[in-house]
């Protein structure tokens, strides 16, 4: 993207099916355009997810075998602490966020950084979690949803980790977010997103046993 | 821009479209809408010529009731390519690439909102297109599970190795599914935030209207068939069990996965198509769209109905009742925003001064084969009737109507319809009579006697049959040949009058939209001047100006 074109995007969400009245001879909101597309994209993706989770409460309410012999449960309580983090780091990142747009750098880096730990330690409790299961993506569906799952979702907060420090790097560059940037907006949104996937499934497969 | 004297217009270094390396920018990664919509047509039709082929070899073994002609398990390699092809390389991309060209041009946009997007995601259809052609060549062949590759049939390796025909299979429709979630995003995009000043929702051609209706159902269907596939994929090389009946898993559940997505996705082909007739049949005609709105509105009513009408594929999967009841009602519902639309096309044909030419006809006949296409539809919606014909021939004739009869024709007829304004160059009527004609009688020789044979009892995807099936497969193969037969005149008819036909004016039609305004071929920036609309659409036998600024739109160096 080119940060010359870049305005301020979320000026922008609020009315993204507004009559296209703008100058005519050359020229549309291109940072508009880029926060409307990837908003759809998001809608998109969350359906993925959606199917992800109706598969799993059919396999839940219908297979003959639910949980693999030698396995009683989940142990919640890892877990839990994984949730609160990374649901924190969602209003962290909100913090950072109105630092750069009150034009504070140090702020917004400060705030930016502490989120991708918090997603870094996201992911490291879920690495530690699996390492201590008894069973692995081949024992039954139980083993194959509770890993596809946790770990297209892991993927998620692995690529939302990659984008915030991507962003913070972009940061260093003189002038570069002195009228705001997708990057920054659109990171944020995807964090929001991935975070919301993370609720429900912590309560299907956690909550729900 | 008229007073740019003759050596200013001399020194200007741009693309020509008429210029004589012209053809380069075909190759390249270009981002003009205009040549991704030609580059995706060229390449969607090359693989059409493909598909078309294994259906030939297929009539050719079916032309006698023994397994004689090829070997039963390349017979089954033949129907899941011919399929997969048809729809992945065929349909979504020429449709994509009508798309493509057309709806920046009737919009009022200089391009897409994503260009380079648009670019990647054309630029995907040769790679995967490539990926699946390579599992020709690997031990075992391609995949035999057909389009819809159901497990158990498709977990089956009995060679063992990791890349199978299946395994290419999927990775190919995987990319498939990325590329057209690209140009979801970047359609959906365009057409919500790039219109022209004046072009409001309700001014829009209907075109575009199918074409939204179109890409929401690939944005919300695609993802619930990538899921399925991503599953299928681990049940393949992870040793998971999730559609494996064998270790607890659940195969109907692919079903479901698999058909939330694929019915809609007819819907993804036929929708643009009900656009194409809704733009030709006015011209043609000389009599605005009747109904205008409602139409535009029945395209999105078919999105909303198409994500509740799938089961119907799986009557006979072990579906409880309810269910099927339910879904019989849902899918007959459809039939409603559908046949308000014909209704409309009939309205806006009747008493106009019809001129029958090549884009009406192949219009004309699309529609009369969607009729045809939509009563048996409503039977197969039936439970009784769909259990009866279930994986019958009956089911082949009536998609074939709809995906050649309705969709080809239309094709066909959006193909000639704007060959001017692509090329720059009139075709040749002549020829292009001689190609409908070929093409109407060979699609109704090939697919009509497939319902006498499902009713019969005929099932699908055998390579071998009861003699006393004989009679109606003999007539369907020579369909089948007629058919191959005639995408020659169209081959040459377009090549040729791309090469050397008459100059094509920029109207030379008489059409009423933002595309006709311009040059045939459209300048690389499309409008000098974004258009300000001032009319609704579809204006004929109405004395209104459609932009209020038509002098100021032409690029003035390019004109001709």
């Known amino acids: 993207m080119n940060p010359a074109e870049v305005d301020q995007s979320l000026n922008t969400l609020g009315a993204p099916s507004q009559p296209p009245a703008r100058e005519a001879t050359h020229g549309h909101d291109d940072a508009g355009n880029r926060m409307f597309g990837f908003i759809v994209f998001l809608l998109s993706e969350s359906v993925i997810f959606f199917s992800f989770f109706v598969g799993y409460i059919v396999y839940k309410t219908s297979a003959p075998e639910w949980l693999p012999a030698g396995v009683t449960g989940l142990e919640i309580r890892e877990p839990a602490i994984n949730t609160v983090v990374l649901v924190s780091s969602s209003f962290v990142i909100y913090v950072a966020e109105r630092f750069l747009h009150d034009k504070n750098i140090w702020g917004f880096r400060g705030f930016w950084l502490l989120t991708a730990l918090m997603g870094s330690y996201f992911l490291y409790g879920q690495a530690v979690e699996w390492r201590g299961l008894s069973f692995g993506l081949t024992d039954g569906v139980f083993g194959g949803t509770f890993y596809l799952l946790t770990g297209f979702h892991g993927l998620h907060v692995l690529t939302g980790v990659l984008l915030q420090l991507i962003m913070l790097g972009r940061s260093f560059l003189p002038g570069n977010y002195d009228k705001g940037e997708f990057g920054v907006a659109a990171t944020s949104l995807f964090w929001h997103f991935v975070d919301v996937i993370w609720i429900i499934l912590f309560v299907l497969i956690y909550v729900w046993q | 821009m008229t007073n740019l004297s003759v050596e200013a217009i001399a020194q200007i270094e741009q693309p020509l479209p008429g210029a004589p390396d012209n053809w380069k920018r075909f190759f390249s990664f270009s981002t003009d809408h205009k040549v991704i919509g030609i580059q995706y047509l060229v390449t969607a039709f090359f693989f059409f010529l493909i598909g078309g082929l294994l259906a030939m070899v297929m009539r050719g073994e079916l032309i006698t009731p023994e397994s004689d002609l090829v070997d039963r398990a390349v017979y089954n390699a033949m129907f899941t390519m011919h399929g997969t092809i048809m729809l992945f390389l065929w349909t979504f991309p020429a449709l994509l690439g009508l798309s493509n060209y057309l709806v920046p041009l009737m919009i009022g946009a200089k391009d897409m909102a994503f260009p380079k997007l648009n670019a990647v995601a054309f630029w995907m259809v040769p790679v995967f297109g490539f990926i699946l052609m390579a599992s020709f060549f690997v031990p075992g062949g391609p995949s035999q599970s057909g389009w819809w590759a159901y497990p158990p049939v498709s977990l089956q390796n009995p060679t063992g190795n990791l890349i199978t025909g299946q395994t290419l299979w999927l990775v190919a429709v995987a990319i498939s599914g990325v590329a057209s979630i690209m140009g979801a995003v970047n359609f959906v995009t365009t057409i919500a935030r790039m219109r022209a000043p004046g072009m409001y929702w309700f001014r829009m051609p209907v075109f575009v209207w199918t074409v939204l209706a179109a890409q929401i159902i690939q944005l919300v269907g695609l993802p619930a068939l990538t899921a399925g596939a991503i599953m299928l994929l681990l049940d393949i090389t992870a040793g998971t069990s999730f559609f494996d009946p064998a270790k607890g898993g659940d195969p109907v559940l692919f079903q479901h996965f698999f058909w939330f997505y694929s019915h809609p996705a007819v819907y993804v082909i036929i929708l643009p198509i009900f656009g194409v007739f809704s733009e030709i049949f006015p011209v043609y005609a000389r009599k605005p769209l009747f109904g205008y709105k409602v139409v535009a509105i029945s395209s999105l009513v078919i999105t909303g109905l198409s994500a509740v009408v799938w089961v119907h594929h799986m009557f006979a999967s072990g579906t409880p009742g309810w269910m099927r009841m339910l879904f019989m009602a849902t899918t007959m519902l459809i039939s409603v925003p559908t046949g308000i639309k014909v209704f409309a096309w009939v309205a806006t044909i009747w008493g106009g001064k019809l001129r029958l030419n090549t884009p009406m006809l192949f219009a004309l006949g699309g529609l009369t084969m969607f009729v045809f296409a939509g009563v048996t539809g409503i039977m197969l919606a039936a439970v009784p009737f769909?259990?009866?014909?279930?994986?019958?021939?009956?089911?082949?004739?009536?998609?074939?109507?709809?995906?050649?009869?309705?969709?080809?024709?239309?094709?066909?007829?959006?193909?000639?319809?704007?060959?001017?304004?692509?090329?720059?160059?009139?075709?040749?009527?002549?020829?292009?009579?001689?190609?409908?004609?070929?093409?109407?009688?060979?699609?109704?020789?090939?697919?009509?006697?497939?319902?006498?044979?499902?009713?019969?009892?005929?099932?699908?995807?055998?390579?071998?049959?009861?003699?006393?099936?004989?009679?109606?497969?003999?007539?369907?193969?020579?369909?089948?040949?007629?058919?191959?037969?005639?995408?020659?005149?169209?081959?040459?008819?377009?090549?040729?009058?791309?090469?050397?036909?008459?100059?094509?004016?920029?109207?030379?039609?008489?059409?009423?939209?933002?595309?006709?305004?311009?040059?045939?071929?459209p300048s690389a920036e499309n409008f000098e001047e974004l258009p300000i609309v001032i009319a609704e659409p579809y204006g004929y036998g109405k004395s209104e100006p459609l932009v209020s600024n038509p002098d100021a739109l032409e690029v003035a160096h390019e004109s001709r």
């Open chain 2, 386 to 521: 769909d259990i009866h014909v279930n994986n019958t021939y009956f089911v082949v004739g009536h998609f074939h109507y709809v995906i050649y009869g309705a969709t080809v024709m239309g094709m066909y007829a959006a193909i000639y319809h704007w060959f001017p304004k692509m090329t720059g160059r009139m075709y040749s009527e002549g020829l292009g009579k001689l190609h409908f004609a070929l093409t109407f009688i060979g699609t109704n020789l090939n697919f009509f006697p497939m319902h006498p044979l499902g009713l019969m009892g005929m099932p699908r995807r055998v390579a071998s049959y009861d003699p006393e099936f004989a009679f109606w497969n003999v007539i369907a193969s020579l369909g089948g040949f007629l058919l191959g037969m005639s995408t020659l005149p169209f081959l040459l008819n377009i090549i040729g009058s791309w090469v050397q036909g008459e100059q094509a004016p920029k109207n030379p039609w008489r059409a009423i939209g933002l595309e006709w305004l311009i040059s045939s071929p």
